[in-house]
């Protein structure tokens, strides 16, 4: 599976929107990407995924680059439950392939 | 409840023992997973069951671990004579099928068991 890079660590204030990068320079055109989320001491939760076009669903849209370099997650008005380490996995679809990094921690304060 | 669920939530056991972890996963869902989270590591997957069959067992990390299914829903990860490395969270997840468009489909997890070698 392709690498990626995130950053260690973003601070969001409450109510604005929090935009997640991720590089994922080496990627192939059969992998996917997926983010997920893993708030302190529970289970990481699946937030989206693509291929090539933008998505959006209720808790967050994906934004990928043309050339699938990388990619942006954004949580348009985050709030205090959304601080979380946020993983971003590129992955064929195979069943091994769902392994995290180190993700981002995202830190939303009042 | 409607979500993977997973027992106990915290095990504490003396290098040597023997432990069974238990997965429950989300009614209907063919497809489970275990995976193990190290403290300050990422997410390490051991092995995947489609139905009660496990295809792939390569990523056990050693024969002292083992998992089975049975009827097709709860799961059992058991770690024999357990040593201080194998202090991790164990993390289950389910989907609703492991083949074809399937594998799109996300993943969806419990809240793990922590494991604790002494």
């Known amino acids: 599976d392709a690498k990626t890079t995130q950053p260690t660590s973003m601070d969001c204030a409450e109510g604005r929107a929090a935009n997640l990068p991720c590089n994922h320079s080496?990627?192939?055109?059969?992998?996917?990407v997926y983010w997920y989320r893993q708030i302190h001491s529970q289970g990481p939760q699946y937030i989206i995924h693509?291929?090539?076009n933008n998505e959006t669903n209720e808790m967050a849209s994906l934004i990928i680059t043309e050339d699938r370099k990388s990619s942006t997650l954004i949580l348009p008005h985050a709030t205090l439950r959304d601080t979380a380490v946020y993983y971003c996995?590129?992955?064929?679809?195979?069943?091994?392939?769902?392994?995290f990094g180190k993700g981002t921690m995202l830190l939303v304060s009042p | 409840g409607a979500g993977v669920s997973q027992s106990p939530s915290n095990k504490v056991t003396e290098k040597g023992k023997d432990v069974e972890l238990r997965c429950d996963p989300i009614?209907?869902?063919?497809?489970l997973y275990w995976y193990r989270q190290s403290l300050g590591q990422g997410l390490e997957f051991l092995i995947y069951?489609?139905?009660?069959?496990?295809?792939?067992k390569s990523g056990l990390p050693s024969d002292r671990f083992s998992a089975e299914r049975t009827g097709g829903s709860v799961s059992t990860l058991t770690i024999q004579r357990t040593q201080q490395e194998d202090s991790a969270v164990y993390l289950c997840?389910?989907?609703?099928?492991?083949?074809?468009?399937?594998?799109?489909?996300?993943?969806?997890f419990g809240d793990g068991t922590r494991l604790s070698i002494l």
């Open positions: 069951f489609q139905g009660n069959s496990a295809p792939d």
């Open positions: 693509g291929l090539k």
């Open positions: 996995i590129v992955r064929v679809l195979t069943p091994s392939t769902l392994t």
């Open positions: 080496t990627i192939s055109g059969n992998e996917y």
């Open positions: 997840a389910s989907s609703p099928d492991v083949s074809g468009r399937g594998l799109e489909q996300p993943q969806h």
């Open positions: 009614s209907g869902h063919t497809a």
